[in-house]
């Protein structure tokens, strides 16, 4: 069987970025928009093609954390900039791409980016070449020449699929797109790494050899929606636990977890169509026993969302699941247990091993299963 791992939330933390293209692409990404550009017409994106723009003047572009997207519909509704200036602020950003940093997270629906510099100057140009060139895209104008990489070109034509929200900091901006489909969440986060390597890499990364990964629509869909059964599952568990501890105390919780948990992840899974749990290798409940395909996983203790093929057109997917500090009343060191927490737990789990855990560990995953012949798929790209 096929063994995949890869967290749901993954960091790059990029040191010293650069550019030019940060700018582009910082920009551009953030706003791709359909635009000539995208399919086939080159000159759209030379500065000679700039004349038939100039003069429009330079806009307020969106608005500080303005969102942007499908929701805000289409138009040509903000005032496009000097084809030269925008040029001259990237140039200016590519030429100091070391005093630019930039961090990117991979989300399960998308990606997130922080692009900054401690130089006001830097940190301004940042803050302006977003709107400038979402402006540029949404007036179809024309668009720097970097837009024929892959990723921009698959970006563009799917800008209609994915959302954006930006949002400016003290020294930079903050970009956050998001897709329901797996594909363009695969080319949102695709475009993100491919900014920073750009902010690495300087012009090489331009013309670097590059293709879009093989993307599984079936096996993606899938991904997706056993990410977000853990959610819902997540968030379910976490308000009914806090509305009980609330009300009743922690001791009085234990019952209704030892009661309800199971019918919690019941629910879950008939809502979405998968089975859904809870496992660990230290049990409190050993009807939590992980399903048998997970067994041999989870001697290896996997820290990071591992994904596996199984018979009959099913994806496995085990999704780590950490201590918190509001975890420790019923799964900490025994001596910080409250006692009549602990008596509770002797009570309804004789055999509890689910103690003298602390913040940060691993306390044991959700496991899924899928059915990959009815997750959903979608047409051509
Ligand atoms: C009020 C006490 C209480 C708190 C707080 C609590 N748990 Fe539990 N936990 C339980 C009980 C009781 C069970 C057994 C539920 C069952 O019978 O399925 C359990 C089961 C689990 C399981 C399933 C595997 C097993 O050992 O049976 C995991 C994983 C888990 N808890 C993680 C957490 C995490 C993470 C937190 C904090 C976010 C947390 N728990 C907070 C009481 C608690």
Same mark, same amino acid.
């Given at each position: 069987m096929a063994i995949e791992t890869g967290s749901a939330m993954r960091c790059f933390p990029i040191g010293d970025l650069s550019g030019l293209i940060l700018g582009l692409l910082l920009g551009l990404t953030v706003c791709g928009q359909p635009s000539a550009?995208?399919?086939?017409?080159?000159? =759209?994106? @030379? $500065?000679? *093609?700039?004349? +038939? =723009? @100039?003069?429009?003047g330079r806009g307020p572009g969106m608005g500080r954390g303005m969102g942007r997207g499908f929701q805000g519909g289409r138009g040509p509704g903000a005032k496009v900039g000097n084809f030269q200036a925008d040029m001259r602020t990237i140039h200016a950003m590519f030429d100091n791409r070391d005093k630019i940093r930039r961090s990117v997270m991979l989300l399960p629906d998308g990606a997130e980016s922080l692009t900054e510099s401690d130089d006001e100057e830097l940190a301004a140009m940042l803050k302006d070449h977003v709107p400038n060139m979402d402006a540029?895209?949404?007036?179809?104008?024309? /668009?720097?020449?970097?837009?024929? +990489? $892959?990723?921009?070109v698959a970006l563009i034509k799917h800008a209609d699929d994915y959302t954006l929200d930006y949002e400016e900091t003290d020294k930079g901006v903050k970009v956050t797109y998001q897709s329901d489909d797996p594909y363009v969440v695969m080319l949102v986060q695709e475009h993100a790494k491919l900014v920073s390597r750009f902010l690495q890499n300087g012009h090489d990364e331009i013309h670097a050899d590059y293709e879009l990964p093989e993307f599984d629509e079936v096996t993606a869909a899938a991904k997706a929606k056993a990410l977000k059964a853990r959610g819902m599952l997540f968030t379910t568990l976490s308000s009914r636990l806090g509305e009980v501890i609330k009300a009743k105390g922690p001791a009085a919780a234990i019952e209704v977890c030892s009661k309800e948990a199971h019918v919690l992840a019941e629910n879950v899974g008939e809502q979405l169509g998968v089975r859904i749990g809870r496992t660990a290798l230290k049990l409190r409940n050993p009807a939590n026993a992980s399903p048998a395909w997970a067994e041999p996983l989870l001697s290896a203790t996997p820290s990071? *969302? #591992?994904?596996?093929?199984? $018979? +009959?057109?099913? /994806?496995?997917?085990?999704?780590?699941?950490?201590?918190? =500090?509001? &975890? #420790?009343? &019923? +799964?900490?060191?025994?001596?910080?247990i409250p006692p009549d927490v602990r008596e509770a737990l002797t009570a309804w789990y004789p055999d509890d091993e689910a103690t003298g855990f602390q913040v940060g560990d691993l306390r044991g995953w959700f496991w899924v299963e899928v059915d990959t012949a009815v997750a959903t798929t979608q047409g051509g790209r």
């Open positions: 550009a995208a399919d086939d017409d080159a000159t =759209e994106t @030379s $500065p000679a *093609a700039q004349e +038939h =723009e @100039s003069g429009r540029r895209v949404l007036g179809n104008a024309p /668009l720097p020449p970097m837009t024929f +990489h $892959p990723v921009f990071v *969302a #591992t994904f596996v093929d199984l $018979p +009959h057109n099913q /994806l496995g997917a085990l999704l780590p699941i950490r201590l918190k =500090e509001a &975890c #420790t009343t &019923c +799964h900490g060191p025994v001596d910080t």
